[in-house]
């Protein structure tokens, strides 16, 4: 019903309309029978990193293929669209709601950490249960939070005095969680961030995070590169030990937000687009 009704308003729409815009890569199909070519279809991850490879991929394919261009959200996904041979496609940054100013540190003794990647197979889960454990023994830390949710949560959770599960929350109280904390560990498996990651960002946190696509931006990213729970805990022990450390990464990447995926930097870029493809 969602997909008719979404259908019957394009195709019955009178408005006049110069550029129509698709933002799931799956939903391209209504677009294409309502218009059959001329639209803009914009990939955020698991529309294209799992629908290809499950029984959406020729649906999906099929309502992108006369797109005007393809858009990607995350760097890690132009190496699947390029074995689907879809060529027309563009990095357009996620845009970041910035607020003018970023939150005072939190005022607590130690430092709280938080894992604010889900249990998900494709995030490395493997690597951030026992990364949880490790962090929370180290010292200086006070305190270890995590989303004990996802798809592949293990029947035994990390548990201790100072490990803090924690469940699915609005988006305003995820906000909320990130200012309380002073580091944040981000996805260690994609090789790429997220929204989760660039909103800590924003709010002047250093993101611990597996990171591979600095070519993808004029700038490298000023991310604590991880991949194993060894390098988590690592990186975690340094910015324990310094608090200068922390604050200068902090600020570095609350800076790199703001010149790449704040609203306007991202506004132009796909302004630049759209007048390549008139």
């Known amino acids: 019903m969602f997909y008719l009704r979404a259908w019957l308003r394009l195709a019955l729409s009178r408005s006049p309309r110069d550029t129509v815009y698709v933002n799931y890569a799956l939903h391209a199909f209504i677009a294409r029978l309502a218009f059959r070519s001329g639209y803009i279809v914009h990939c955020h991850g698991t529309d294209i ?7 959406y991929r ?15 959200s995350t760097p890690d996904l132009a190496p699947i669209l390029a074995r689907e041979g879809i ?15 970023a939150p005072a540190a939190a005022s607590h003794d130690g430092v709280k ?3 604010a990647s889900k249990l998900d197979r494709t995030k ?19 305190q270890v939070s995590y989303l004990a949710f996802g798809n592949a949560v293990p ?10 599960p924690l469940q699915r929350m609005a988006y305003e109280s995820m906000l909320g969680e990130m200012a309380d904390h002073d580091v944040v560990v981000g996805q260690v498996a994609l090789g790429a961030i997220g929204m989760t990651e660039l909103e800590a960002m924003m709010m002047a946190k250093p993101v611990i995070a597996k990171w591979e696509h600095d070519q993808a931006y004029p700038a490298p ?3 604590l590169p991880a991949a194993d729970a060894e390098r988590i805990v690592g990186q975690v022990g340094r910015l324990c030990a310094d608090p200068a450390l922390r604050e200068a990464t902090g600020q ?17 870029l796909l302004t630049r687009y759209i007048e390549q493809h008139r």
């Open 49 to 55: 990193r799992e629908n290809m490879a499950n029984i």
């Open 58 to 72: 020729g649906l999906t394919l099929w309502g992108m293929a006369p797109a005007r261009f393809i858009l990607y």
């Open 87 to 101: 060529g027309n496609a563009y990095f357009l940054p996620n845009p970041i709601r910035f607020r003018d100013a």
């Open 113 to 115: 950490v938080l894992f």
């Open 124 to 142: 490395g889960v493997d690597i951030l249960l026992p990364a949880i454990r490790r962090v929370a023994e180290l010292d200086g830390v006070a």
């Open 155 to 164: 029947e035994q959770l990390p548990a201790a005095a100072n490990i803090r």
């Open 221 to 223: 990213a000023p991310i």
């Open 252 to 268: 570095a990447s609350r800076n790199w937000v703001f010149d790449h995926h704040g609203s306007e930097a991202v506004a132009n």
